[in-house]
């Protein structure tokens, strides 16, 4: 079964703080990692990642995967109140032609002013 | 381009009793996926259709649940009897073609068992 581990489940950091957050996982013919933001219900697409060692950046947003170690970090600069929200991590395994996403439980990120 | 619709946004029933819900994917999209996220945890797939056909749904309780795609548009997901444990927030995802890039959520339907 493909597993997706999350790391730490919560913190808090003050606004301009550097968070980093990370993902370990171990899946079945992984095809991607992929980052979500969810701030009320609907998660909202963040990254994703299918190569080793090439960070993808979005504003004061990173993400880079280790294929080798199975893992992915995101990091998050200059972290302001907007920021708070829970960060799911998933997995992208491939079963024949289909393919099925699993996610972690998530790491909560409360950012105060 | 409109968003995966969800609906109700809120429901509350008590244990046994019978609820459903409904998604409206984005149009054009042929896979469509019900989650079940329980608080404090990631969502966890229940049932991925491609059109309307099961792809996966060796999650889905189907003692109580049942989902269906009529003509591969709309989605119902139905609990039947409901136990305290299905308290959860229910979210429908759609994709082009089955890969995850693509996946748009609904906002979800919370679901409050007593």
């Known amino acids: 079964e493909d597993k997706v581990v999350q790391s730490p489940l919560s913190l808090v950091v003050h606004e301009g703080d550097t968070v980093t957050l990370n993902c370990s996982y171990e899946v079945t013919n992984f095809r991607s990692l992929l980052w979500y933001k969810q701030e009320k219900k609907a998660p909202t697409f963040l990254f994703m990642l299918?190569?080793?060692?090439i960070e993808k950046k979005s504003g004061r947003l990173s993400s880079i995967l280790d294929k080798k170690e199975l893992f992915s970090i995101l990091n998050i600069t200059a972290t302001q109140t907007g920021d708070s929200a829970v960060y799911l991590c998933a997995v992208e395994g491939v079963n024949r032609n289909d393919y099925k996403l699993s996610f972690g439980a998530g790491t909560t990120v409360t950012v105060r002013a | 381009e409109a968003g995966v619709a969800q609906s109700p946004r809120y429901k509350i029933i008590e244990k046994r009793q019978s609820v459903a819900f409904w998604c409206n994917p984005i149009?054009?999209?042929?896979?469509l996926y019900w989650y079940q996220q329980i608080l404090g945890q990631g969502p966890k797939l229940l049932i991925q259709f491609q059109n309307n056909g099961v792809v996966d749904d060796s999650q889905l309780p189907k003692d109580r649940f049942s989902a269906e795609r009529l003509k591969g548009v709309d989605s119902t997901l139905k609990i039947q009897p409901a136990k305290l444990e299905d308290s959860a927030v229910y979210l429908c995802a759609s994709s082009l073609a089955g890969t995850s890039d693509g996946n748009t959520f609904g906002s979800g339907t919370r679901l409050t068992v007593v």
């Open positions: 149009s054009g999209h042929a896979t």
């Open positions: 299918t190569s080793s060692g």
